[in-house]
């Protein structure tokens, strides 16, 4: 009787390969036919040393850890396949074209807009902690939620930096003291840069920071009050939610697979959190309590107060609110990390923006102008730094799309790698912007070298896709590079000198949901003489 079963199992299991085998070939064969009206040839395909891919399933299981994903696996591929544009044939026969072409990223990400979506595993991965928003809703919703978020991305609105310096001030205390040389040695500025933005970003969503950056500095003298173990275990809550969806994401965990009981608990403390504010701003008695204790001083734009004219449902407000929260957070935190950090290896092109800085906005204690939106933007030198560290350390360095239609990608191929190629309904084109931003085709011999001069005279192009583009283009851009501007600019006036505690190891990188340093923002500064 086992012995039956077993030869069932069996010829159901070589019947179902040979039905996906031909099935898999049939469909390649009439995307080809297809593709001949758009004149579309063959895309370069990874061979496969073990059926299906596999090896490549046992090198993440096994092997990730000791390795550096993004230069050992993602661009080793692309060089290895000697070509910036391929397929690659994976488990249960799916199949992924990947590419490094600004031609196909625009195709992708705007000319051909409306063949692409994001495909259910963002939605599946994120929904537990964000619900529905504008990082994981399609077509009509997503137009919907973009459509109640841009107003509130103004310049007007982006361009307040009071909150930032209040609680810049406060990282700044967080700091360790300065020794008889003046130096600040041995500081990880990575969780202190954490919680100054989660607390600026929480103040301009809520009206309220959770000065998480306070908390940790006073609580062993003081003790914790309710309000902040709320906020601390909002802001742990954050980080173990966030654990688990990177996971999810990396291994493509289906929809159906099992929420651990930790990660559900953390949903329910930073939802609990954000309805609590949400509850506030549909309160008339609490918007007439803050409107009197504003009164006199030039109101706060606080974005879920804006959002409350747009809608009243409880979950939609807080759902919104979650999802700029996660993006203001990380992206600018990482941004500011990778920046510190690169300074810190090159002090030399420290010292230089800080003679620019100096000049231009004064020292810390006689300063010569207040830094506002205009003139931050104005200050070149600091925007190409900005942009230098977003070409190397692009804060998604891997994305994607999947096709919902018949589609081509203008570029990659036939033997000269120009001719366009065909990509199938339900094929997932995923996109390098690390491999990209490295080209060294596009960016000169020195593509690995920080080099933030290479952007004079320069324009953002296809070539540079650090905040994505096209319809889906970041709304808070202009948020995070004003923020991490205005932040940079403080600590070229507090502090005179910077140096790397590792000033020639190789970087490690951090992929959680963006990209960030993988083993902190160790530096030693020099505290400027007043």
Known sequence: MVFFYLKAVILFLVSWLVYANVKTWWSFRRLRKW?????????????????????????????????????????????????????????????????????????????????????????????????????????????????????????????????????????????????????????????????????????????????????????????????????????????????????????????????????????????????????????????????????????????????????RDPIELRDQALHVLLAGRDTTSALLGWTILLLGRHPEIYSSLRQTVLSTFGTETHPLTEPSFASLKACKELTHVLYEVLRLYPLVPVNGRLAIRNTVLPTGGGKDGKQPIAIMKGEQVGYHSYVMHRRKDIWGEDADIFRPERWEGRKLGWEMIAFSGGPRICLGQQYALNEASFVIVRVLQRFDKIEALDMSGPLKKGITITLQPGDGVKVKMHRASS
Request: proline letters at 4%; hydrophobic letters at 40%; aromatic letters at 12%.
């Open 35 to 311: 593709g001949k009206q758009y004149g579309c040839a063959e895309a370069p395909v990874v061979p496969n040393e073990w059926p299906w891919g596999l090896e490549r399933l046992y090198f993440l299981l096994t092997k990730l850890k000791d390795l550096d994903f993004l230069d050992d696996f993602v661009l080793k591929r692309n060089i290895d396949m000697g070509c910036n544009t391929y397929r690659m044939h994976g488990i249960f026969f799916n199949t992924v074209v990947f590419t490094a072409d600004p031609e196909n990223i625009q195709a992708v990400l705007a000319t051909k807009f409306h063949d692409y979506e994001l495909g259910p595993a963002r939605n599946d991965a994120f929904h537990s902690l964000l619900g529905n928003g504008i990082f994981t809703a399609e077509r009509e919703a997503w137009a919907h939620y973009r459509h109640q978020l841009k107003p509130q991305f103004t310049r007007d609105q982006v361009s307040d930096l009071e909150a930032a310096g209040r609680h810049l001030n406060i990282l700044f205390k967080a700091l360790p003291q300065t020794n008889s040389d003046g130096w600040v040695e041995s500081a990880d500025w990575m969780p202190l840069l954490y919680r100054f933005t989660l607390d600026a970003s929480t103040e301009f969503l809520f009206g309220q920071s959770v000065d998480s950056q306070t908390t940790a500095l006073h609580a062993e003298d003081s003790g914790y009050s309710k309000e902040q173990q709320d906020n601390i275990a909002f802001s742990e809550a954050m980080n173990t939610a966030q654990e688990y969806i990177v996971s999810r994401l990396r291994f493509r965990r289906p929809s159906w697979w099992p929420l651990p009981k930790e990660h559900k608990e953390a949903c329910d403390t930073v939802k609990s959190m954000a309805d609590r504010f949400v509850k506030m701003a549909l309160d008339p008695d609490q918007k007439r309590h803050l409107q009197q204790a504003e009164t006199g001083e030039r109101k706060k734009f606080v974005l879920l107060d804006a959002l409350v004219a747009e809608t």
